[in-house]
């Protein structure tokens, strides 16, 4: 049975940093491309960043490239995501994904290509 479970989300004021983790199991962790999506109340679940089954390559959405960075342990099954100059607009719940992918290849942000999800973790940030 695949789990996937995150941690570390929390209350932090404008400027500040969180780091994100998402253990996974149940499942080949370095077959699988990973990344990390928010939802917002009232918003559409969005990517945030994603990383390949090695880490080599990474995406990010624009409101987050330079402030958040991806990455993950293929020998600890972890995900991780640091975030910094945090911002009221990224207030929301943060959710770990994985994709099973052996073709290789470019990530991607799209949520309707990961199949395995987490419970999500609160992020809210004050102004």
């Known amino acids: 049975q695949v789990q996937v479970v995150e941690s570390g989300g929390g209350l932090v004021q404008a400027g500040g940093s969180l780091s994100l983790s998402c253990i996974v199991s149940?499942?080949?962790?370095?077959?699988?491309?990973l990344a990390w999506f928010r939802q917002a109340p009232g918003k559409e679940r969005e990517g945030v960043a994603c990383t390949d089954r090695r880490g080599g390559s990474t995406r990010y959405a624009d409101s987050v490239r330079d402030r958040f960075t991806i990455s993950r342990d293929n020998t600890k099954n972890t995900l991780s995501l640091q975030m910094n100059s945090l911002q009221p607009e990224d207030t929301a719940m943060y959710y770990c994904?994985?994709?099973?992918?052996?073709?290789?290849?470019?990530?991607?942000?799209?949520?309707?290509?990961?199949?395995?999800w987490g419970q999500g973790t609160q992020v809210t940030v004050s102004s």
């Open positions: 149940g499942l080949t962790f370095e077959d699988h491309h």
């Open positions: 994904a994985a994709h099973k992918n052996l073709a290789g290849g470019w990530c991607v942000l799209g949520r309707y290509e990961y199949d395995y």
